[in-house]
């Protein structure tokens, strides 16, 4: 957390409030995160999404890359006073954009020119199956978590993968090689319906998943299997099973996913 789905929300809200404003000041508030100079007075140009990382195209050729790991959220106000937990602000005439972060795991990375972008596919640009068929057909990692290496397809996590791996009736501990070209034709279509959705329903607020304005998601309504252990599965009744695979909690039905 968070994915995709969330990230993109978050976008698409950043968008909205900053996307041709300048900004104020730029102060970072967590020496962790490291250095960033010469904000004052720049306009952003866009905010654009790659997988789980943010871009922030200032004037000037300046941008700022984020990635928000576990903790990280952003949250926008129009005033008051610094949120606990807050690492870094920009502020604006009409408000502050606050990155707060529990575990302090966010990273940020001040840029001209480079690409700080995840090498691996993005979903909502259209996943190529038999791309993904062919290097798949070299792994020998279990199907979850082939579906969360960023450096093959950037955004899909712990939640999405359990739910996507459900609905094409895979079985997250299946090699990746082992999957068909059909198989994969259907993890893509699939990938794609749920991130779709999870994105207009703003994300998964199943812990602290809030977006830019403090609201919570709401596709944790439409969660099929993710935290269901132990329940009746949706499609055949059979007990959810819960894993752990690289340390995440895996769920699936043992009887429908193959
Ligand atoms: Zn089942």
């Given at each position: 957390m968070?994915?995709?789905?969330?990230?993109?929300?978050?976008?698409?809200?950043?968008r909205?409030?900053?996307?041709?404003?300048?900004?104020?000041?730029?102060?970072?508030?967590?020496?962790?995160?490291?250095?960033?100079?010469?904000?004052?007075?720049k306009?952003?140009?866009?905010?654009?999404?790659?997988?789980?990382?943010?871009?922030?195209?200032?004037?000037?050729?300046?941008?700022?890359?984020?990635?928000?790991?576990?903790?990280?959220?952003?949250?926008?106000?129009?005033?008051?006073?610094?949120?606990?937990?807050?690492?870094?602000?920009?502020?604006?005439?009409?408000?502050?954009?606050?990155?707060?972060?529990?575990?302090?795991?966010?990273?940020?990375?001040?840029?001209?020119?480079?690409?700080?972008?995840?090498?691996g596919?993005?979903?909502l640009?259209?996943?190529d199956?038999?791309?993904i068929?062919?290097?798949?057909?070299?792994?020998?990692?279990?199907?979850?978590?082939?579906?969360?290496?960023?450096?093959?397809?950037?955004g899909?996590?712990?939640?999405?993968?359990?739910?996507?791996?459900?609905?094409?009736?895979?079985?997250?501990?299946?090699?990746?090689?082992?999957?068909?070209?059909?198989?994969?034709?259907?993890?893509?279509?699939?990938?794609?319906?749920?991130?779709?959705?999870?994105?207009?329903?703003?994300?998964?607020?199943?812990?602290?998943?809030?977006?830019?304005?403090?609201?919570?998601?709401?596709?944790q309504?439409h969660?099929?299997?993710?935290?269901?252990?132990?329940?009746?599965?949706?499609?055949?009744?059979?007990?959810?099973?819960?894993?752990?695979?690289?340390?995440?909690?895996?769920?699936?039905?043992?009887?429908?996913?193959?």
């Amino acid at each position: 957390m968070p994915e995709l789905p969330e990230v993109e929300t978050l976008c698409r809200q950043l968008r909205q409030v900053v996307v041709g404003t300048r900004i104020l000041r730029g102060l970072i508030l967590d020496e962790r995160l490291g250095k960033m100079e010469g904000l004052e007075g720049k306009r952003v140009l866009a905010v654009i999404r790659r997988g789980k990382v943010f871009q922030f195209q200032l004037e000037g050729g300046l941008s700022l890359f984020f990635q928000l790991r576990m903790t990280g959220r952003f949250h926008w106000q129009e005033g008051g006073d610094i949120p606990p937990r807050a690492r870094f602000l920009l502020s604006f005439p009409h408000g502050s954009l606050f990155l707060t972060d529990v575990r302090r795991l966010a990273t940020l990375r001040c840029s001209r020119g480079e690409d700080g972008f995840p090498r691996g596919c993005e979903p909502l640009d259209g996943l190529d199956h038999r791309r993904i068929f062919e290097i798949a057909r070299q792994r020998r990692l279990p199907v979850k978590n082939f579906l969360m290496d960023q450096k093959v397809i950037a955004g899909i996590g712990n939640i999405y993968a359990s739910e996507i791996l459900f609905r094409s009736r895979i079985s997250p501990l299946r090699r990746s090689s082992s999957l068909t070209l059909h198989e994969w034709k259907k993890i893509v279509r699939v990938t794609r319906e749920i991130l779709d959705r999870a994105v207009r329903c703003r994300g998964t607020s199943i812990s602290d998943w809030k977006d830019l304005f403090g609201r919570k998601g709401e596709y944790q309504k439409h969660l099929r299997v993710y935290g269901r252990a132990g329940k009746a599965c949706r499609r055949c009744g059979a007990a959810v099973r819960r894993g752990v695979m690289s340390g995440r909690g895996t769920f699936y039905c043992p009887v429908c996913q193959k």
